[in-house]
């Protein structure tokens, strides 16, 4: 089955600074990559995602880019701010199928300010 | 319109307890999905529902946990008898479509259970 693995598990960036979170996943076949946000006490919420059939998608201060051929995926933050500290997973999963997403381990992002 | 509904916040039973988390999806939602998520770990599936059916149970320990789904709209997870490393955040999720991509999943805020 499809394993994600997710680095790092804490980041701390300064407000203002940009903030680049990592993932690997292992099921060539995936197509379907979204990223959830989730605050403290709040289940996750979607923020952005990415299918396979682009490279790069952007979304005012988050951006996600995608490689396929080395099974990669990236969520960048812009321009930091403190309501941007939670907890980030990303997930990855085959659209169409039976599959469930499958979910990264989670990076607790803090915003210095 | 309103989001998933969870009940209870939170709950604390000791080892070999029973209990029950119950949910209520967005309003017209065919896709009903309970996961786990214990500390520091993202959240993994247990049980997934279309409608009143069960489309995907693999990853549910089914010598004691249950789900069900009547009537296609609320659902009901519960765990008989409980252990102490059930303890984690449950989570509900519905759907409009079919298939995790299809379309956006929204969760609830989850039932934390704590098995003491």
């Known amino acids: 089955g499809e394993n994600v693995e997710q680095h790092p598990s804490t980041l701390s960036v300064q407000e203002g600074d940009s903030a680049v979170i990592k993932c690997t996943y292992s099921d060539s076949a995936s197509n379907y990559f979204p990223w959830y946000k989730q605050e403290l006490g709040k289940g996750p919420q979607l923020i952005i995602d990415?299918?396979?059939?682009?490279g790069e998608k952007k979304d005012q201060r988050i951006a996600v880019t995608l490689n396929k051929t080395a099974k990669h995926f990236s969520l960048h933050i812009t321009e930091t701010q403190p309501e941007d500290s939670a907890v980030y997973f990303c997930a990855a999963t085959l659209v169409g199928s039976a599959r469930q997403l499958t979910f990264g381990s989670g990076t607790q992002l803090t915003v210095l300010p | 319109e309103a989001g998933v509904a969870q009940s209870p916040r939170y709950k604390i039973i000791e080892k070999r307890q029973s209990v029950a988390f119950w949910c209520n999806p967005i309003?017209?939602?065919?896709?009903l999905y309970w996961y786990q998520q214990i500390l520091g770990q993202g959240p993994k599936l247990l049980i997934q529902?279309?409608?009143?059916?069960?489309?995907?149970d693999s990853q549910l320990p089914k010598d004691r946990f249950s789900a069900e789904r009547l009537k296609g709209v609320d659902s009901t997870l519960k765990i008989q008898p409980a252990k102490l490393e059930d303890s984690a955040v449950y989570l509900c999720?519905?759907?409009?479509?079919?298939?995790?991509?299809?379309?956006?999943?929204?969760f609830g805020q989850g039932t934390r259970l704590t098995v003491v």
């Open positions: 529902f279309q409608n009143n059916g069960v489309v995907d």
């Open positions: 999720a519905s759907s409009s479509g079919p298939g995790q991509g299809n379309t956006e999943a929204f």
């Open positions: 309003s017209g939602h065919a896709t």
């Open positions: 990415i299918r396979s059939n682009v």
